[in-house]
T-cell receptor, first 116, second 114 residues
Framework: DQQVKQNSPSLSVQEGRISILNCDYT??????FLWYKKYPAEGPTFLIS?????DKNEDGRFTVFLNKSAKHLSLHIVPSQPGDSAVYFC???????????????FGQGTILTVHP | NAGVMQNPRHLVRRRGQEARLRCSPM?????VYWYRQLPEEGLKFMVY????????ESGMPKERFSAEFPKEGPSILRIQQVVRGDSAAYFC????????????FGPGTRLTVT
């Protein structure tokens, strides 16, 4: 039962262009979403997050958009840089009752390659 | 300002042996999470611990797996009588408090069962 899905295993973009990574979820209890970046042989690194009370959150070159009705979120990276090449995971949490255990549910990941 | 530390980074065990994976959270963090990543898959939650307490172990296999986070020392994930299907990358993450959603991950332990 894959509650968080990243349907694109890989994405290739040119340096300077926009990268758009997508994520869909099925569990309507999820109300907090995070994106992590992972390099080979390293652990995931937190990038950006968004609460379900918002539809957009921006941090420098990274913007996350949330469409609750479609149960869809996306990560935009503008402009893309070769150093952004990594695996990107979206993750979701349910904070029902106001307290989160931090039990994150991850998607399968999307491999982003940014070509110089 | 050390991050989350895990050791060993690589562990090879033969079928039937025990595997012990250690995780030292970031300084000041008292919440530890263990995740497992099988090949070609995302990370799957296993267990959430606070000092001396298991809070949520709903992702742990019912047999052979156990976890602890003692008052002193690192958190330990123990796998008894390992099988080939246990081969995976095991990541631990820490956070400073309940309700702090961003978790900081260690580099992982890659377990190979031969």
């Amino acid at each position: 039962d894959q509650q968080v899905k990243q349907n694109s295993p890989s994405l290739s973009v040119q340096e300077g262009r926009i990268s758009i990574l997508n994520c869909d979820y099925t569990n309507s209890m999820f109300d907090y979403f995070l994106w992590y970046k992972k390099y080979p042989a390293e652990g995931p690194t937190f990038l950006i997050s968004i609460s379900s009370i918002k539809d957009k959150n921006e941090d420098g070159r990274f913007t996350v958009f949330l469409n609750k009705s479609a149960k869809h979120l996306s990560l935009h990276i503008v402009p893309s840089q070769p150093g952004d090449s990594a695996v990107y995971f979206c993750a979701a949490d349910s904070t029902a009752g106001g307290t989160s255990y931090g039990k994150l549910t991850f998607g399968q990941g999307t491999i982003l390659t940014v070509h110089p | 300002n050390a991050g989350v530390m895990q050791n060993p980074r690589h562990l090879v065990r033969r079928r039937g042996q025990e595997a012990r994976l250690r995780c030292s959270p970031m300084k000041g963090h008292s919440h530890v999470y263990w995740y497992r990543q099988l090949p070609e898959e995302g990370l799957k939650f296993m267990v959430y611990l606070q000092k001396e307490n298991i809070i949520d172990e709903s992702g742990m296999p019912k047999e052979r797996f156990s976890a602890e986070f003692p008052k002193e020392g690192p958190s330990i994930l123990r796998i008894q009588q390992v099988v080939r299907g246990d081969s995976a990358a095991y990541f631990c993450a820490s956070s400073p408090r309940t309700g702090f959603y961003e978790q900081y991950f260690g580099p992982g332990t890659r377990l190979t069962v031969t």
